[in-house]
């Protein structure tokens, strides 16, 4: 298995530029989120979604919008670039609770982008 | 709201000094917690997580509801334990967990 896998790397945009990040995973994970890293700002969750179909909005939605239309991919878009979108962001993916309890995430590696 | 704390964004120790990351929470029902850990330029990955009461590389970590806390502890650092510690909750009704802002651990020779 891959994974959740992340296209591209690296990117760098201009202000006003649209872009959509590309986010898969191939181990039939129900739930699927977005986050970005910033220094002194730690992992903020942007969107997430628990299944195809459906989303929700996270911490830092602003800019951002997502769509599920199948269990395997979940893409973040960019619709305007902005300076203050430079940063790294992570997909997730994790498998519905069980009564046991935890559902581990398995992040992507990670697209750094840069807004000029 | 559920919160959790890291109040150190950077630790910084000596090889074979004894390391305590900390993280504070606060959520009035039965969390879930965890650790994930970032080497650098990697994705992060789970180190541990309370329910399994394991020991992952020398870490250890245990919950304490009565001051919510659950600190990461090793007692001798290792220079690979360089990294960025990310301690996560996990409430009742949710999908999702929180995230701390992180601690930035390095291990000086």
């Known amino acids: 298995n891959a994974g959740v896998t992340q296209t591209p790397k690296f990117q760098v945009l201009k202000t006003g530029q649209s872009m959509t990040l590309q986010c898969a995973q191939d181990?039939?994970?129900?739930?699927m989120s977005w986050y970005r890293q910033d220094p002194g700002m730690g992992l903020r969750l942007i969107h997430y979604?628990?299944?195809?179909?459906?989303?929700d909005q996270g911490e830092v939605p602003n800019g951002y919008n997502v769509s599920r239309s199948t269990t395997e991919d979940f893409p973040l878009r960019l619709l305007s670039a902005a300076p203050s979108q430079t940063s790294v962001y992570f997909c997730?993916?994790?498998?519905?609770?069980?009564?046991?309890?935890?559902?581990?995430?398995?992040f992507g590696p990670g697209t750094r982008l840069t807004v000029l | 709201a559920q919160r959790v704390t890291q109040p150190e964004k950077l630790l910084s120790v000596f090889k074979g000094a004894p390391v305590e990351l900390k993280c504070n929470y606060s959520?009035?029902?039965?969390?879930?917690l965890f650790w994930y850990v970032q080497y650098s330029r990697q994705r992060l990955q789970l180190l541990l997580r309370?329910?399994s009461r394991e020991s992952i590389k020398g870490f250890t970590a245990d919950l304490n509801k009565g001051e919510t806390s659950f600190h990461l502890k090793k007692p001798f650092a290792q220079e690979e334990d360089s990294a960025m510690y990310y301690c996560?909750?996990?409430?009742?009704?949710?999908?999702?967990?929180?995230f701390g802002r992180g601690t930035s651990l390095i291990v000086h020779p």
């Open positions: 997730a993916s994790s498998s519905k609770r069980t009564s046991g309890g935890y559902n581990e995430q398995f």
């Open positions: 181990m039939n994970h129900e739930y």
């Open positions: 979604s628990v299944g195809a179909g459906i989303t």
């Open positions: 959520y009035s029902g039965s969390p879930e």
């Open positions: 309370h329910i």
């Open positions: 996560a909750l996990l409430s009742g009704g949710s999908y999702i967990p929180t």
